[in-house]
């Protein structure tokens, strides 16, 4: 299988789209014919730039407005193609993409189109070139793959063959079944792309709002079956027309686009195992089993901070590390490990970044293949040097400079705590928090879909649909991936203006980070009686919030004044119950939440969201920090 990606998706000048191109690892480019008439050097030169990057040129495009002419335009169209040729050969390419004419004066006519790219075709091949036909959506006389294959069925021309595009196929919910019935050699190349469903002009959607497949809405993967059950086996070519993206990092949106095309094609052999694809063999989606650990890198004061923060949480400082110094926080199944190294990952993350979240930590059944589905993806292996008498625990890097580890019970790596630490306190009761709820990611707006994909392509995690938050300073956009059972929930939150909590914390952080960590109890007014105890400090909410909860909410006696002397939030879905308590931010902007989660509860709270935002707000910056 060829991998492509057209020039259009990513953002730069060629040159720069050429090396992140080449950097995450296609096999060929579809050149768009604005990039190279906008590149300063002669079509030889670029041809050779592309293939000094180890790129092919899979495609040429687009062709507008060919078919159903009448003349003398016809004639003229004719010379614009045999201008095309030239270029192209010069290029070093073979194939050009025609897409169905938009043109006021096209007069229609499947025969009419078909005599037309027959005669184009003789032309194409006295030159050893080839041409493809594509069906835009919104073509005047030509917008369906059905009806673009019947045209090239009649053109009956060993050089024209059809073009496949996704999105126009699925943007019109154009069955994709359709696509099984054509004979695999007649379809000369496929473009991907993936759009999330929004009602707007077929035209807009395509040029602004498309995204990587697993991105967005529509179902690639039928398409793309449909495609491979043909016998199909050419380039396999992402086409992305993306405002975000022509903005975005280059090298960070070419590695999204091969991760997605890859995980894509796997699924695609799992589904149609009688289909053949050369793609390197990839470990399945992988099963997460939960939470193993949260590490923090941190300092001195902020590192104390921390700890007293985890303390009145109810967790004990159950081990220390045998040679590092790096302090393991246990509650039940809930691990935080306070790192305050001067060198490693933890340092460098501290050095660059304050205290933060640096690692995390999963359970899975297979840690090592998790690694190599993780890489096959195009993620990179993480390494550090270890100590003696310490374990080398498989991992990755994850996106936005953040480190992920993945813990066994297969290969005994789940006995790194007893392997590595000394234990300093046996188990105490503690606060009944149980286990990692959720956690809550911050990260700009325009990496919520790199994220998204990172989770969904590697894990077996959903992504549900995203929602507005509204803080009062502006709009947090937030997106849940989860895991089969909530062994792993995270909500990502993309801020796009720095004077949202979320804004604020990612400057402060510089960069992505976790903002918010949520332990569930089965009890949480028990929980809070404990935290009071042991001095925790809540989050108020104001009275306001409460009388709101009365008038939206049927509550048993008694229970308003509970969560109210307990500023404990409430929330209900279909009958089921969600209660939650803030702690306030520490130094850093990070935070704890303590849920209690009835079994059917599927939500966050997300109608609580702004009062939690707004009392954040209102009790100012966390000491420590530089004040606005
Ligand atoms: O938006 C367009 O015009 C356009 C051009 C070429 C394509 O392959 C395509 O899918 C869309
Ligand atoms: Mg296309």
């Known amino acids: 299988m060829k991998t492509s990606i057209a020039t259009v998706s990513i953002s730069g000048a060629l040159p720069e789209k050429l090396t992140a191109i080449a950097e995450a690892g296609y096999d060929g480019i579809e050149i768009f014919e604005q990039d190279f008439i906008a590149h300063d050097g002669g079509p030889r030169d670029v041809g050779r730039m592309i293939r000094d990057h180890g790129l092919d040129i899979t495609l040429f495009q687009p062709f507008r407005d060919f078919e159903c002419l009448p003349q003398p335009l016809r004639a003229k169209a004719f010379e614009r193609a045999e201008r095309k040729f030239d270029v192209m050969q010069e290029l070093g390419t073979d194939l050009i993409l025609i897409c169905s004419s938009v043109h006021p004066r096209s007069l229609g006519g499947i025969d009419r189109a078909a005599d037309d790219l027959a005669e184009l075709g003789e032309i194409a091949k006295s030159r050893g070139l080839r041409i493809g036909f594509e069906a835009l959506a919104w073509g005047r006389h030509v917008n369906d793959h059905r009806d673009a294959w019947e045209i090239v069925r009649r053109a009956d021309h060993s050089n024209v063959g059809l073009i496949l595009d996704s999105f126009h196929s699925l943007g019109r919910k154009i069955d994709p079944e359709s696509i099984r019935a054509i004979p695999g050699d007649k379809v000369f190349f496929v473009q991907l792309a993936d759009a999330p469903l929004i009602e707007m002009d077929l035209l807009y ?70 289909t053949t694809q050369a793609l390197p063999v990839l470990p399945p989606r992988v099963g997460i089993e939960g939470v193993a650990f949260v590490e923090f890198a941190a300092r001195g004061d902020d590192a104390d901070q921390l700890a007293s923060q985890l303390q009145c949480l109810g967790f004990n400082r159950a081990g220390r590390h045998r040679n590092k110094d790096i302090d393991l926080w246990q509650q039940h199944d809930i691990r935080i490990v ?204 104001p009275a306001n919030y409460y009388d709101d909860l009365a008038a939206r909410f049927e509550l048993p006696d008694g229970l308003l004044d509970q969560l109210r002397q307990g500023n404990i939030l409430y929330d209900i879905e279909n009958g089921e ?22 079994p059917g509860y599927r939500g966050f709270g997300a109608a609580n969201a702004p009062f939690r935002i707004a009392a954040q707000k209102r009790l100012g910056r966390p000491k420590g920090m530089p004040q606005a």
């Not at 119950?577 to 935070?591: A, E, I």
Request: glycine letters at 10%; proline letters at 4%.
């Open 205 to 274: 959607w395509s040029r602004h709002f498309r995204n990587m497949p697993g991105e967005g809405d529509l179902d690639v993967q039928a398409f793309m079956r449909a495609v491979m059950a043909t016998g199909y086996a050419g380039p396999i070519s992402l086409e992305i027309f993306n405002d975000q993206f022509r903005g975005g990092n280059a090298g960070m949106i070419a590695k999204d686009g091969y991760r997605s095309l890859i995980s894509l094609m796997d699924d695609v052999r799992r589904a149609e195992p009688e």
């Open 338 to 541: 306070v790192n305050r190294q001067s060198e490693g990952h933890a340092a460098h993350t501290w050095n660059a970044r304050g205290t933060t979240v640096c690692d995390i930590g999963l359970n899975v059944g297979s840690a090592s293949e998790t690694v190599a589905r993780a890489t096959g993806l195009g993620s990179s292996p993480f390494f550090q040097p270890i100590g003696p008498g310490e374990m080398e625990i498989p991992a990755i890097r994850g996106l936005g400079g953040s480190v992920l580890h993945f813990i066994d019970a297969e290969t005994g790596l789940d006995q790194v705590w007893d392997v590595e630490f000394e234990t300093v306190t046996q188990d105490t009761d503690g606060a009944g928090l149980t286990r990692v709820d959720h956690l809550a990611q911050t990260m700009s707006y325009e990496d919520m879909l790199s994220w998204t994909l990172f989770y969904t392509s590697l894990f077996d995690m959903q992504k549900s649909p995203m929602v507005d938050v509204i803080d009062p300073d502006g709009l947090v956009r937030s997106q849940v991936v989860e895991a089969p059972d909530g062994a792993l929930r995270v909500t990502l939150n993309g801020a796009e203006t720095h004077r949202t909590l979320a804004g604020s914390f990612l400057t402060d952080s510089f960069g992505a980070s976790v903002q918010h960590i949520a332990l569930a109890t089965q009890d949480i007014f028990a929980t809070a009686k404990v935290l009071a105890e042991r001095g925790f400090e809540s989050l108020p909410m």
């Open 577 to 598: 119950t969600f209660f939650q308590l803030y702690s306030r931010r520490l130094t850093g902007g990070v935070f704890f939440e303590i849920v209690q989660r009835a």
